[in-house]
DNA sequence: TCTGGGGTCCTAGGACCC
DNA sequence: TCTGGGGTCCTAGGACCC
């Protein structure tokens, strides 16, 4: 086939979280609901008090609203209807309740949600084969070679894969069909819910260079403030900026990716396998604990977090050789330490005992609002690699060493 | 009554090795 | 002693994304 054009796809499925709430509670539609919060069992709860009632049957009036939501959650989707509020996702729950007070606050379903992300996606194989995962509700795809891939600029595949997954969850998606990753992504917000946007090479200049540049993939609140020192506000302004300026002002390699990205360059392919690097859990508690007067309860969900995170890495077959702790003070600055180990591991037992040799080597006076564990360096638990002899001396360069040194010390805690 | 949880990637300095 | 030059690993922090 001559001439073929690269056709890349981005599917993001519309306001995914509380979709899927409108599933299982159909009743709701319509009305202004968020999903977030805490650790909140909001399902339980109903299913409780309506045992025997089917979830789309209890009234509507039982649902929690957000004016009497108390927590430190966020908010991870929220439904057009909210959104005509000014709420959003990663807003504060409690600045959401100022907004909206009425609208209705469900927690976030993990499995149902994992469910159906399943489901849309191999749907989507079935169809074109070549997908990159972005998260659970969002998706590249490459169309290029995919039958049909190239009538109407892709658009006929994208009203496929767009129908198949309505029909098979009842859940609407919009894409967007570009030349590269960069544009598809950008056109897919385009029209937002249920739309399909093909943006051809000669639409740069019409409808991306009027963008704000904080839209890019990329571009978040800091470089974008950096921008705007600059009067550069949307992607159009980079353009017309010299390419060895924006290296100049931005740093080497993002001024020159910025000058590639306003030109509406992207050759990055779409990666349909990739291997996880690490895998954490952490945890922000109900209210801010002190490392001495709380160190009971600290300890607890310490050991909690790595025994979480074992079994995490057990049940997907990984083990890690790197070994860190995140915490957050209640000033919201953030602190992490890592080690790393001469082997690989999942086991709950070391990832605690190292854990806790790193969390010896941070400052504890302020009280803490989140404690995370993290393993990195991974490799699959049947590979090779984790299972050789260690290859590299147990108590590495610097300050690790010092660490090391006061295994004899540690206490009981941590 | 601000600000979740799970990730990736980049930068940068020091150690260490050849 | 007046001072190399890579290359890799380790660690800490930060930007960014969904």
């Given amino acids: 086939m001559p001439g073929r054009i690269r056709r890349v796809a981005h599917l993001d499925m519309d306001a995914f979280f509380a979709s899927v709430a409108l599933l299982r509670y159909p009743q709701l539609k319509g009305l202004p609901m968020v999903i977030g919060g805490g650790r909140r069992k ?9 045992a025997g009632l089917p979830s789309h049957e209890i009234p509507v009036e039982a649902f929690p609203l957000l004016r009497d939501y108390v927590g430190r959650g966020v908010i991870t989707t929220a439904t057009y209807p909210a959104r005509q509020f000014g709420v959003g996702s990663a807003m504060g729950m409690m600045k959401a309740a100022k907004l909206c007070p009425q609208a209705i606050v469900l927690p976030v379903d993990f499995e149902e949600v994992r469910r159906i992300s399943r489901q849309f996606k191999s749907i989507i194989t079935e169809i074109a084969p070549v997908m990159q995962d972005r998260g659970v509700d969002e998706v590249y795809i490459d169309f290029t070679d995919v039958p049909g891939g190239q009538r109407e600029g892709g658009r006929v595949l994208a009203r496929l894969i767009q129908k198949s997954i309505f029909d098979a969850t009842g859940l609407t998606c919009s894409i967007g069909v570009a030349p590269n990753k960069l544009l598809a992504k950008l056109a897919s917000e385009f029209d937002k819910p249920n739309g399909i946007t093909i943006l051809h090479e000669s639409d740069l200049q019409t409808r991306i260079w009027p963008l704000p540049a904080r839209k890019v993939n990329g571009i978040g609140p800091k470089a974008d403030a950096r921008l705007e020192k600059h009067g550069i506000r949307t992607v159009g302004d980079i353009a017309a900026r010299e390419r060895d300026w924006l290296m100049a002002t931005f740093g080497r390699a993002s001024g020159a990716w910025m000058h590639e990205m306003a030109w509406g360059r992207d050759d990055r392919p779409v990666v349909t396998e990739s291997e996880p690097v690490s895998m954490s859990r952490e945890t922000t508690f109900e209210r801010d604990l002190h490392a001495v007067r709380d160190r009971a309860e600290l300890g ?5 977090l790595c025994e979480k995170v074992a079994q995490d890495l057990q049940r997907k077959g990984y083990v890690g050789r790197t070994i860190g702790i995140k915490l957050r003070y209640d000033d919201f600055k953030t602190a992490t330490r890592d080690q790393s180990l001469a082997e690989f591991t999942a086991d709950a037992k070391l990832i605690r005992r190292t854990a806790g040799l790193c969390l010896k080597r941070v400052p504890l006076e302020r009280p803490l609002r989140l404690l995370g564990v993290r393993v990195g360096t991974l490799a699959r638990a049947d590979s090779p690699e984790a299972n050789s002899k260690p290859n590299r001396p147990a108590a590495p360069a610097g300050r690790a060493r ?5 295994i004899a010390t540690t206490g009981s805690l941590f």
């Fill in 42 to 50: 909001v399902d339980e709860m109903l299913a409780r008090d309506y």
């Fill in 300 to 304: 607890e969900i310490f050991t909690h």
């Fill in 402 to 406: 010092t660490a090391i040194d006061s």
